[in-house]
């Protein structure tokens, strides 16, 4: 039985997806949301803006609110009592949460997010997250 499982999460209908899997999959589980918000630089998009704020972690929580908000909605309509912790991690997404992975049983996480230009530039992070988590992972489409 799995007891601790991670669902990484960003504005995607993909993620959205992995946390309704991993709810109804592992309805006892205690369930990890992380948001990794990317190192402010030109190339990442939502974090370019951060690179303009005053205070750095104020403004990654107010991004990963929206998120998070998503996610409570989400665990409020699926049956079941399920426990959501969230968590905010900043750096590359990939590997934020593979070294965050090891405090889990199981990563559930979206196939992909965002244009396929960001798929280009920035690289698939849940195929990143597949091939090097050292649990295991399932991939949603």
């Keep these: 039985m799995v007891s601790r499982v991670l669902v990484p999460m960003e504005d995607s209908e993909m993620s959205d997806h992995a946390l309704e899997y991993a709810l109804e ?8 949301v992380v948001h990794v918000v990317g190192e402010p630089s030109q190339m990442w998009g939502h974090a370019t803006g951060l690179a303009l704020a ?6 990654a929580e107010e991004h990963a ?5 998503r996610a409570r909605d989400i665990v409020a309509n699926a049956d079941g009592d399920a426990e959501l912790e969230t968590a905010i991690e900043f750096g590359h997404p990939a590997r934020a949460i593979i070294n965050r992975a090891g ?3 199981t990563v559930v996480i979206g196939t992909h997010s965002g244009s ?3 798929r280009i530039f920035v690289g698939n992070v849940a195929e990143k ?3 090097s988590s050292p649990v295991p992972v399932v991939v949603v489409r």
Excluded: K
């Design 54 to 59: 005053d205070d750095l972690e104020e403004a």
């Design 103 to 105: 405090d889990y049983e």
């Design 116 to 118: 396929v230009a960001d």
């Design 25 to 32: 999959v592992f309805p006892d589980a205690e369930i990890t």
């Design 129 to 131: 997250v597949f091939r």
């Design 65 to 69: 609110s929206e998120v998070f908000d």
